[in-house]
């Protein structure tokens, strides 16, 4: 079993949170701009469309972790068990967060445009009283559970690099041989 994670998932790694990063300052900045200027819709734009990106990037991820073997574990195995349910539930809420951001859309009967012209068809039926509770969901519920599984994710990175001295870490980086 190999002792670092596979290259394509690293750089994937590092990819999603760069994106996740930008996700976010786009929405922060979508909510700065003025009510029914060009910048608003524009950053809407870039954050549906990274969003997406994100939601087909983390498949392909779950597809490359099926096919490569998982570095081994180092620590105890309450770790390992919070490290699983961590990692799951990170999976999970980067995936589902896009899903219910353009469903959301969609029961709301706005648009959701990728990359400026790319425009998905509305499929779904206007409930805004369904769409009020998919925006709680997206905006409230799950981004703070992301914030959470982030925080945790990362001190346990960090705890693994610093107090335990181990190779966890390291593993991960994107420009390790």
């Known amino acids: 079993m190999e002792r670092i994670w596979n290259r394509s998932i690293r750089y994937l790694h590092w990819l999603v949170a760069v994106l996740l990063v930008l996700v976010w300052a786009f929405v922060e900045l979508h909510e700065m701009a003025e009510k029914g200027g060009v910048w608003r819709d524009r950053w809407t734009m870039l954050h549906f469309s990274l969003g997406a990106l994100i939601l087909v990037l ?104 610093f107090l335990n001295r181990d190779d966890t870490l390291r593993r991960m980086m994107p420009l390790r041989r």
């Open 58 to 161: 983390m498949l392909y991820r779950l597809i490359l972790r099926r096919r490569h073997d998982v570095p081994p574990f180092t620590g105890p195995r309450w770790q390992k068990g919070l490290s699983k349910l961590i990692h799951a539930g990170l999976y999970l809420v980067v995936i589902a967060l896009p899903i219910i951001g353009m469903t959301m859309r969609q029961f709301a009967g706005k648009p959701v445009i990728l990359f400026g012209s790319l425009q998905i068809p509305q499929w779904l039926p206007v409930r805004p009283e369904l769409a009020e509770t998919l925006a709680w969901l997206h905006k409230d519920l799950l981004w703070y559970v992301f914030l959470v599984l982030v925080s945790v994710h990362v001190i346990g990175a960090l705890w693994h690099h």
